[in-house]
């Protein structure tokens, strides 16, 4: 941020009285613009024992898989916002069971919020973010070709507390890995399970 | 947002291409300014058989009574921002026992996610932004004078689950009120000026 988005001024970046964190604050206005973290909204969607799958056809993690998910927006609730992205991802209707598992990744200022979800019927295709969809039983999940930690992390969980009989909601943070074992695993990701 | 906050040019109000959804747009340099839902975070400090109030010191709802909670903020996870919100307004230490209640309030873009939490000493007073802090039996809460409906909404559950032997996790949505109350609650637009 260099710019004020409401006057176009200068913005400096200082602590402002009462404040104990450095804000982007116009010399001009005087206002102070926050940067707080995103929500990215998402879902397993279930269909029978089998669950839908997305190949991701954009950066970052180009060809790799995901359950559907992204950044909620303004105006919607949660819950909406993982239906909405499994519509644009992988043209499904879907039917939210509840909140599953939350994770904080705090270097990138996200939280992820997954539900599990009931596909309503068999009509689903690949959105224009997505290669293609598939619906994989658990010994069929490309375990080595995931693309997000989170998505890993939320599978395992899942086909654990699935064999337990018991779905139970889940909390964790996922940390970037030391800088010694980052070139060996840019693309992973350590998670640390809360609750 | 009438300016760009990167190259300072104004911003246009329109769909981008293979977007869904007017954003601001950048006329000089292209970038899109996405805006997107806010995280409040805060919880409801134990002790014993009470729970620990915080009087507002501020607008909107100034005077009445809260438990602590605030914007999270980048760089955080949601357990160490509600922990950093009970520090900043009631000077509490607390540690947290799981996520309570998340409440979606899409009419002013904020999700709020309520943890229960064990206060740690009873060392506590209000911050700068508290009037008074206290400790509430179930029959002392002073219902009346809560300053949010998400407020009232999760002691009502809170004191249930309790009386139940069992907290379970809890979701909900708040909805703005019919237009011929609105004058009544006007405060409710207000929330998102509370950073």
Redesign the interface.
């Known amino acids: 941020?260099?710019?004020?988005?409401?006057?176009?001024a200068?913005?400096e970046h200082r602590v402002p009285p009462?404040d104990?964190?450095p804000r982007?604050v116009c010399a001009h206005c005087g206002i102070i613009?926050?940067?707080?973290?995103?929500?990215v909204v998402g879902c397993i969607p279930e269909w029978e024992n089998r669950i839908l799958l997305c190949r991701r056809a954009i950066e970052p993690r180009i060809g790799l898989w995901t359950v559907p998910a992204g950044?909620?927006?303004?105006?919607?609730?949660?819950?909406?916002g993982a239906q909405r992205e499994t519509l644009?991802e992988a043209n499904a209707k879907v039917e939210m069971l509840?909140?599953y598992a939350?994770f904080?990744i705090?270097?990138i200022?996200q939280?992820y919020m997954l539900f599990r979800a009931r596909l309503l019927n068999l009509d689903f295709s690949a959105g224009?973010e997505t290669l293609e969809t598939m619906l994989f039983e658990e010994h069929q999940i490309p375990w080595d070709q995931l693309a997000f930690a989170t998505v890993k992390r939320t599978l395992k969980l899942y086909f654990s507390d699935r064999r337990d009989g018991r779905f139970r909601?889940h909390?964790g943070?996922i940390e970037p890995l030391p800088t010694s074992s980052r070139r060996v695993a840019a693309d992973e990701e350590r998670v640390k399970d809360?609750?």
């Open positions: 941020m260099n710019f004020c988005s409401t006057c176009g200068r913005v009462g104990t964190l982007f613009h926050y940067e707080n973290p995103k929500i950044f909620m927006e303004n105006g919607e609730t949660t819950a909406q644009e509840g909140l939350l904080n705090p270097h200022n939280v224009a909601f909390m943070t809360e609750q």
